[in-house]
């Protein structure tokens, strides 16, 4: 409730701050995602959407690829231009991108993470306490509900194989922990493989899940940690012509996904809610300069838990990542 209550005045605020014009000048962030994937896409919607709302400039860059080499050109870029106040951030690195990042702030930029997270996301007690906010998922708590979504499809029994995206990388390693954490503390009898890291390549996705397939024949399931992971789990699975025979569990909303639900392939997923952070994330970037002090440091969006039976509950599914035009 303390937490709602906060969040409800901050946005309160923040259109107050719009309308009224609190700022000497008017506020330009800047929204450095990821990657290009329909999960970032949505997100930029809502940052975008915010930013209308609120009458504030955003600079959109977005890495065409993964990783802290694609990234961190486009931040320092964003650095230099010299008219930013706040940078709004997924980082590709845990670790790597602290760097870059306090760099920016040094540059009297204040940050924001979405998503994924900086050292250990506790940006009170953490090693890393610059960024005003995460405002993202509970990973750790997404690996459980897949790992126990993934149980119940193969009987509480068997193996199962994890693929996932990059090493370091906050969101999708939590969802690993959590979901090895799970299985191994409540389904002693389901074995866990992987995780095998993909670098966000769904082709490599399709060939990890595929070389599985082939080594392990009786696979009972497989959990894809984000969009690459997921699309190219099922790919194989449909692939090798083992559709309904080997479950899989997929971590974000997309049209592909949930095509592949509807073709008994894969039996959970898990959408986040992008566009809650992106609006939130510039609600709290115009909050912070109308002078508010008690934004939260971490808030976590929930989930929307997608199966067979309600997949077509418009309560649920409107948390299907929904792109104009794709």
Do not use: C
Not at 20 to 43: N, R
Not at 154 to 161: D, R
Not at 209 to 216: P, S
Request: aromatic fraction near 8%; glycine fraction near 10%.
């Amino acid at each position: 409730m303390r937490k709602n209550t906060t969040l409800a005045m901050a946005a309160a605020l923040a259109l107050a701050f719009a309308a009224h014009g609190a700022a000497a000048e008017k506020l330009k962030i800047g929204f450095l995602p990821g990657v290009v994937d329909p999960f970032y896409q949505v997100m930029q919607l809502g940052v975008e959407k915010a930013a209308k709302d609120l009458g504030i400039d955003v600079v959109t860059q977005i890495p065409p690829t993964w990783g802290v080499e694609a990234q961190t050109p486009l931040l320092d870029a964003m650095v230099a231009r010299g008219d930013l106040n706040y940078i709004i951030t997924a980082p590709t690195d845990k670790d790597q991108l602290i760097g870059p990042l306090q760099a920016a702030v040094d540059h009297g930029i204040k940050v924001i993470t979405v998503d994924t997270y900086l050292g250990d996301g506790d940006y009170v007690k953490g090693p890393v306490k610059f960024p005003i906010s995460y405002i993202g998922s509970d990973n750790v708590e997404g690996g459980r509900i897949a790992a126990r979504g993934l149980a119940k499809a193969i009987g509480g029994k068997g193996t199962v194989y994890i693929n996932s995206t990059n090493p370091n990388v906050s969101s999708v390693e939590g969802r690993a922990q959590g979901f090895k954490e799970l299985m191994a503390k409540e389904f002693p009898d389901i074995k866990v493989l992987g995780p095998d890291f993909n670098l966000d390549d769904e082709n490599k996705a399709v060939q990890q899940t595929a070389a599985i397939l082939a080594r392990e024949p009786n696979l009972a399931g497989v959990f894809g940690t984000n969009v690459f992971s997921a699309g190219g789990a099922g790919t194989a699975v449909v692939n090798a012509g083992l559709g309904g025979h080997v479950q899989v569990v997929a971590y974000d909303a997309t049209k592909q996904a949930i095509e592949l639900m509807n073709k008994g392939v894969v039996s959970l997923v898990l959408a986040q809610k992008p566009f809650d952070m992106g609006y939130m994330a510039v609600m709290f970037a115009a909050a912070d300069a109308a002078g508010v002090t008690s934004l939260p440091r971490r808030v976590e969006t929930g989930f929307a838990i997608i199966d067979k039976d309600n997949v077509k509950d418009p309560a649920v599914a409107r948390f299907i990542y929904q792109v104009p035009g794709k």
